[in-house]
């Protein structure tokens, strides 16, 4: 079992950063790190994600702003997020995955203001 804690949610001016981290309990050498967001009366959307060798993916609608990262000497997964735009407003879940689990964490909340 792992538990994921994140931080770093809050409310930012649209163009503005956010940093959010992702603590995990335990190792996440193994796992593929990533997260999700969802808006308010959306579907939960995969904004981006990183293999546990490094390889990184993201959702067009966030590539070049955000940033994702992982420190496995911490067991911290980050997102730096830049240029933030007012459809970003979303609460945002870390998840952590080695086939068949997936652990969740329970969400921040981001909200960009125009």
């Known amino acids: 079992q792992v538990q994921l804690v994140e931080s770093g949610g809050g409310l930012v001016q649209a163009g503005g950063s956010l940093r959010l981290s992702c603590a995990a309990s335990g190792s996440i050498f193994r796992f593929d790190m990533g997260w999700y967001r969802q808006a308010p009366g959306k579907q939960r959307e995969s904004v981006t994600t990183?293999?546990?060798?490094?390889?990184?993916n993201y959702a067009d609608s966030v590539q070049g702003r955000f940033f994702i990262s992982r420190d496995n000497a911490r067991n911290t997964v980050y997102l730096q997020m830049d240029g933030l735009k007012p459809e970003d407003t979303a609460v945002y879940f870390c998840?952590?995955?080695?086939?068949?689990?997936?652990?969740w964490g329970q969400g921040t909340q981001v909200t960009v203001s125009s």
């Open positions: 998840y952590a995955r080695n086939r068949p689990l997936t652990y």
């Open positions: 990183i293999s546990s060798g490094g390889s990184t």
